[in-house]
């Protein structure tokens, strides 16, 4: 069993150090937090062995579970990195680019491995259908919250929207070229409200809309590619899947055909993948243990999520202009 150490006993933190705790892949050495008077209340609540001091933490474990404020990333990164410890890093990977930059230089320099935490490529909607998902050409996602004080010190798309920028990068295989976005800030002094447009070198494009003063909580993505149309509720955890393939000489009467305006004839046919439920966030930590101890690539590596940080900053800098 891997020793693992958290960072961080917030919201997440909290959930992260139960699920550490219930898990056989690890040992639950402790966690570390800035505010004594939080970490000395959780400890006394839940049982876990509070550390006073970060070093002390860091030097007891293997890996090192940051899920701290994105403004002290970096920090905690160097800080475990520095000591050869693996590192499970929150979304977004870090405050800056160059911050992440450095972050996989240490990766390479010290030998250790790293994981981000985009939960949502455990999601198990997503996961049914990802490999169904070849050359899209267009993306359409929608990631709206009911407005949540926690988390508005950052723009909404480090909050929200670069899980759909990390989910879409992860299937289209291309360089972006070219990115168009405007933020809105209604109740936050950062932007609530954001639309933003990707475009892929192969031609792909992707149309994101994100907000965090909705009505409603809303996580969806439509993926449009040759003969094929891919929608995930990722709230819901549910997906349809349309494909069309050329029609049978001899139409049945329950068939579904189309005629486009060149005579070609398209039989349209529904799939079901079977969607098991699952704890994402269980599942992310644990398949970062299994990629230690099997020394493969994470799911989503310190290089995917220093990826989708350039183009959620893009984005942002692109309300600027």
Do not use: W
Not at 51 to 58: G, M, P, S, Y
Not at 104 to 132: M, T, W
Not at 218 to 228: I, L, P, T, V
């Amino acid at each position: 069993m891997l020793k693992v150490g958290v960072l961080g006993a917030g919201h997440l933190g909290k959930i992260h150090l139960r699920l550490l705790n219930e898990s056989d892949k690890y040992e639950l050495v402790g966690f570390f937090d800035a505010d004594a008077i939080n970490g000395k209340k959780v400890s006394d609540e839940f049982g876990y062995t509070y550390f006073d001091n970060i070093n002390n933490l860091i030097d007891a474990v293997d890996v090192v579970d940051i899920v701290t404020p994105t403004l002290s990333h970096f920090d905690c990164a160097q800080k475990s990195i520095k000591k050869g410890k693996h590192i499970f890093i929150e979304k977004p990977i870090t405050n800056t680019y160059e911050e992440a930059s450095e972050l996989l230089e240490l990766e390479k320099e010290y030998n250790i491995k790293g994981q981000v935490g985009h939960v949502e490529r455990f999601n198990p909607a997503f996961s049914a259908v990802k490999d169904n998902i070849k050359n899209p050409m267009f993306i359409e996602s929608h990631r709206l919250a009911e407005f949540n004080p926690r988390g508005t010190d950052v723009p909404v798309v480090l909050d929200l929207m670069i899980h759909d920028i990390d989910a879409i990068l992860s299937v289209v295989d291309s360089e972006v070229t070219q990115i168009n976005a405007s933020g809105v800030s209604v109740i936050s002094n950062s932007p609530d409200i954001a639309n933003a447009r990707i475009e892929f070198e192969n031609g792909c494009v992707a149309n994101l809309t994100a907000s965090r003063i909705s009505l409603k909580n809303m996580r969806k993505s439509r993926f449009f590619q040759k003969d094929a149309y891919i929608a995930v509720d990722f709230l819901e955890k549910k997906v349809e899947v349309v494909k069309m393939k050329d029609a049978p000489d001899e139409v049945g009467d329950f068939d579904m055909v189309l005629q486009n305006a060149e005579g070609q004839k398209k039989q349209i046919y529904f799939e079901n993948p079977e969607i098991e439920s699952n704890n994402a966030i269980k599942d992310e930590l644990e398949a970062f243990a299994d990629a230690i101890v099997n020394n493969t690539t994470p799911v989503v590596s310190l290089k995917q999520g220093a990826k989708a940080l350039e183009v959620a900053l893009r984005i942002i800098d692109s309300f600027k202009k």
